[in-house]
């Protein structure tokens, strides 16, 4: 267990408000960073049905899973050992049963089977048939929308959120130092990535780190334009551009970084980019305050660059915490025009300013916590491009 037990009832009293507020009586939640968040559950077993349970009526949520991850269950949950319980394997992986009707008839033993359950249209983990084999097994319940109740409640972080946060920054250092030391031409671009991924994962001396919800976008030359592409195994060239995206984790926290090497001495056009990225960075930065809007914090960066000509598409940032595999995302608020929703103290978001195109690409981006007057940067590392001669 990652925190202690105040702290995940102090969790489960706002998501109840959060329920009742959606009228939501029982909900079914498998968003793995949500059952996190609700529970203390953590392990790979995603790929599974498994949910955590909470009811608007009762102080404890339930888990459930497969038998055999109900050992780390026990080991992960908060909760006491009759709130963590196992499906029978009889109803994994056949076509004519499913792990919800198990799951069904423990909300109906609760008192459940004629109430409002939630449970998300818009979560991988929720397949379309978990969702139908859960309304199937509850005929006389009311089946409604359980999607993003946690994750706004995850917008605020607690202060022993804000710790691990912290703690994951650390290690960003670290690594954003092992990219800067490890980039240089004729080294291969796998082998950087992997000692990136050795100094996330070893840590500091102090704390060790996580596996990240997503792995490093190390791109570079022909590549470096592109977003979502990963390492490959050829090696760094002389005057070429390589840009890196990461996540440093500290118990499931993610603190996730954007940076920009050029090997070489930089075009005019590339060097002109940077200053405007940091132009428009420190623009944003500033925006990002309290009762300030999410759009708010876009519309000063797209002041910046359109000042130069340049424009961008793209949201510029959404709330990070929790993350497992895909996304470190938190599926909520986002800075990009339109987005209304308000900043307060405690917020973390991923602020990611990139630029590409087949000229010149530029990548650069904090993980940020909006304070009680502005925006704290939460890893200390130079934003500006490194130029390695």
């Known amino acids: 267990m990652a925190f202690g037990e105040d702290e995940y009832r102090g969790r489960l009293a706002k998501v109840r408000a959060a329920m009742a507020e959606a009228g939501i009586d029982v909900l079914v939640e498998c968003d793995p960073a949500n059952m996190n968040y609700l529970t203390g559950y953590d392990?790979?077993?995603?790929?599974?049905?498994?949910?955590?349970?909470?009811?608007?009526?009762?102080?404890?949520?339930?888990?459930?899973?497969?038998?055999?991850?109900?050992?780390?269950?026990?080991?992960?949950?908060?909760?006491?050992?009759?709130?963590?319980?196992?499906?029978?394997?009889?109803?994994?992986?056949?076509?004519?049963?499913?792990?919800?009707?198990?799951?069904?008839?423990?909300?109906?033993?609760?008192?459940?089977?004629?109430?409002?359950?939630?449970?998300?249209?818009?979560c991988q983990q929720m397949t379309p048939r978990m969702r139908d084999a859960l309304a199937a097994a509850l005929p006389d319940s009311r089946l409604i929308d359980g999607d993003l109740v946690v994750n706004r409640v995850r917008l605020v972080k607690s202060p022993a959120e804000i710790v691990k946060m912290r703690e994951a920054a650390r290690i960003a250092e670290r690594v954003a130092e092992a990219f800067r030391e490890g980039v240089r031409p004729?080294?291969?671009?796998?082998?950087?990535?992997?000692?990136?991924?050795?100094?996330?994962?070893?840590?500091?001396?102090?704390?060790?780190g996580d596996y990240p919800a997503s792995v490093p976008f190390l791109l570079a030359g022909p590549q470096a334009h592109t977003t979502h592409l990963t390492w490959t195994e050829r090696r760094f060239g002389a005057n070429e551009t390589v840009c890196l995206q990461f996540g440093a984790v500290r118990q499931r926290y993610h603190c996730?970084?954007?940076?920009?090497?050029?090997l070489g001495k930089p075009p005019a056009a590339l060097a002109e980019l940077d200053t405007i990225v940091m132009e428009g960075s420190e623009a944003a930065l500033q925006a990002a305050r309290p009762d300030a809007r999410c759009e708010d914090v876009e519309a000063a960066w797209r002041k910046v660059i359109s000042r130069h000509g340049l424009s961008?598409?793209?949201?510029?940032?959404?709330?990070?915490?929790?993350?497992?595999?895909?996304?470190?995302?938190?599926?909520?608020?986002?800075?990009?025009?339109?987005?209304?929703?308000?900043?307060a103290?405690?917020?973390?978001?991923?602020?990611?300013l990139g630029m590409w195109s087949a000229e010149r690409s530029h990548v650069a981006s904090e993980t940020i916590r909006i304070t009680e007057s502005g925006a704290e940067l939460l890893a200390n590392v130079p934003r500006a491009m490194f130029v390695k001669t």
């Open 186 to 208: 004729g080294v291969r671009e796998c082998d950087v990535a992997a000692e990136l991924q050795r100094v996330a994962t070893s840590g500091t001396a102090e704390y060790g």
């Open 312 to 343: 961008k598409e793209q949201r510029i940032g959404y709330p990070i915490g929790i993350g497992y595999p895909p996304d470190w995302g938190e599926g909520t608020a986002s800075f990009r025009p339109g987005d209304k929703t308000i900043l």
């Open 345 to 352: 103290p405690n917020m973390t978001f991923h602020l990611f």
């Open 43 to 122: 392990g790979w077993s995603y790929y599974i049905p498994q949910c955590a349970v909470v009811f608007e009526d009762r102080d404890l949520p339930l888990w459930i899973g497969r038998g055999m991850d109900l050992s780390g269950a026990h080991l992960t949950c908060f909760m006491p050992e009759d709130h963590v319980m196992a499906y029978p394997e009889d109803l994994f992986g056949w076509a004519d049963r499913h792990p919800m009707q198990f799951v069904a008839a423990e909300i109906a033993a609760r008192g459940g089977g004629k109430r409002r359950v939630g449970a998300a249209r818009d």
């Open 256 to 262: 996730v970084l954007a940076r920009t090497i050029h």
